[in-house]
């Protein structure tokens, strides 16, 4: 399988002598039970997983006493092959959203200490059942994502010197050798139509097919349907539903900002509002807010009402396409090839990079008249820094008018073009997104 940057955060966890119960969350079929399965059997003396949608029946184990010497009894007991070794065991509850009571031993599991409890689940964020004792304090967070570019281009077969050299030429703003910027937008225009799904990217790799993988991305979009369905509170589901499909069409249009008009004839805010507030808490989508002034922290001055919404995967924004978009997307042929689509495609594509690499709190702005447009202005030690994307080679007239303000330290323009600087604007391949 895949080598997983969330790798290294887990042993960094382990050796923390201090360190809690750790929750992974995230969204479904991105890889988390396989990450922490491979951490706890590679680690561990002893590893012990426990699928709670796999078996629904280890539940009764946790509605009876919660302290660990039952737990650690009655799993026994039910699992035999378990075994509770102290200092070298790893427990992993996984989809522990289905087992309220498990989330709250995890207190108990804390506060023994003699063993390692990792849990796992999708929908963690949404509180559609609340455990009667939340483990406050005795809990910490990892999120989890989807593949990020760097693993996918891992995948590949890219060396480390190669990274490196990236890397550098990140660092000092120098030109990639024209060779190695060639290939790499080869390689970024097939994750944009792969994304970063492991079963995707497995499809791929193992069949040598495009036409499979998108057979599998629309897979796991219908899944999704049906997990929507599954954990969305009864008055959202069918809403949230339309909302989370009615991306393709959102980012199709010229003006990208989401609209509950496309999502149902006279829809607003007041009847929609929670169920995007749904999909942001399932881990499906990533909604980036329009500023009205560029003070920090930015989201003291985002507008609530002026929002674009992104997939947390670009490659499940291009499956809710037709195919025969992506031949045009990775060969790079403008043809007759809607240019608001790709627009809003290669806007998807840098929020997938920001949002992998972890930034929470991503913002735009655009001004009443569509006269000015930053696609994305994130926020550093070094201030708050503008981000524009340009999918095709029009000139970044926005950016160049917001880095006249003093107070913007640089700005980056984003596109199918090698590393350049000019004064405070810093020209970027579309690529290089993955080390913003």
Not at 42 to 55: A, C, K, R, V
Not at 345 to 369: P, Q, T, W
Request: proline fraction near 4%; charged fraction near 25%.
């Amino acid at each position: 399988m895949f080598e997983r940057e969330i790798s290294a955060s887990l042993k960094s966890w382990k050796r923390d002598s201090g360190h809690k119960c750790l929750m992974v969350r995230g969204a479904r079929q991105i890889g988390k039970t396989f990450s922490v399965t491979e951490f706890g059997k590679s680690h561990y003396d002893s590893f012990i997983g426990i699928n709670f949608l796999e078996m629904p029946s280890v539940k009764k184990v946790f509605s009876q006493d919660l302290d660990t010497d039952t737990l650690v009894r009655n799993i026994s007991l039910y699992l035999r092959e378990a075994e509770f070794i102290p200092n070298r065991t790893l427990l992993f509850l996984d989809e522990i959203q289905e087992c309220p009571e498990a989330i709250t031993s995890l207190k108990f599991w804390n506060e023994d200490s003699r063993f390692d409890v990792v849990a796992s689940g999708s929908m963690l964020g949404i509180d559609y059942k609340r455990p009667s004792s939340y483990p406050v304090g005795a809990v910490e967070y990892l999120d989890m994502h989807a593949m990020n570019f760097r693993e996918f281009l891992m995948a590949v077969g890219i060396s480390d010197d190669v990274m490196d050299l990236l890397k550098e030429c990140f660092n000092r703003c120098e030109q990639v050798p024209w060779a190695v910027h060639d290939k790499m937008m080869e390689y970024v225009r097939l994750y944009m139509i792969l994304g970063g799904m492991p079963q995707v990217l497995d499809r791929y790799f193992s069949e040598n097919s495009i036409a499979s993988a998108d057979q599998k991305a629309r897979e796991i979009l219908n899944d999704y349907r049906y997990d929507i369905a599954h954990y969305a509170p009864a008055a959202e589901k069918i809403k949230a539903e339309k909302c989370y499909f009615s991306l393709a069409g959102q980012l199709s249009k010229e003006n990208h900002k989401f609209q509950y008009a496309l999502v149902e004839k006279s829809g607003t805010r007041r009847k929609f509002g929670s169920s995007m507030d749904w999909l942001v808490g399932a881990y499906l989508v990533t909604c980036v807010k329009n500023i009205n002034e560029y003070t920090m922290p930015l989201s003291f001055h985002s507008d609530e009402g002026c929002f674009r919404v992104y997939p947390t995967d670009v490659g499940l924004l291009t499956a809710m396409y037709e195919y025969p978009l992506k031949g045009k997307l990775i060969t790079n042929e403008p043809g007759n090839l809607n240019p608001f689509l790709k627009g809003g495609i290669y806007e998807a594509l840098v929020a997938d990079f920001l949002v992998k690499n972890g930034h929470k709190d991503i913002f735009f702005k655009k001004n009443e008249s569509a006269t000015f447009e930053i696609e994305f202005l994130i926020e550093n030690t070094d201030g708050i820094i503008p981000i524009e994307v340009k999918a095709g080679k029009s000139r970044s007239r926005s950016l160049d008018n917001l880095l006249g303000r003093d107070d913007i330290p640089y700005g980056y323009k984003l596109g199918d073009t090698n590393v350049g600087k000019s004064g405070k604007k810093i020209t970027m391949p579309i690529y290089m997104a993955m080390f913003l």
